[in-house]
């Protein structure tokens, strides 16, 4: 069976959900520094886990929209 996405169920896609040019650009300004390609996959899985712990707190909350408060830091 898949998903609307058609990606088979009970698979996550990896795609990359940072623009890496803008975190290139970022690390180039503030550094000096060159970007691996392998940081986006990393930077990308961070979004992730923080979106999903985002989407928890909205749903503890009874919201179906996330907002700023939710990807704050328990607490805060």
Known sequence: MTDMAGTPEGTETKDVVVV????KNYIKANAGM???AAVMDILSEKVRQLCNQAIENAKR???KTVMDRDFMPEGN
């Not at 890496?20 to 975190?23: G, M, P, Y």
Request: glycine share 10%; aromatic share 0%.
């Open 61 to 63: 909350d009874g919201r």
């Open 20 to 23: 890496a040019s803008k975190i």
């Open 34 to 36: 060159n970007t691996s």
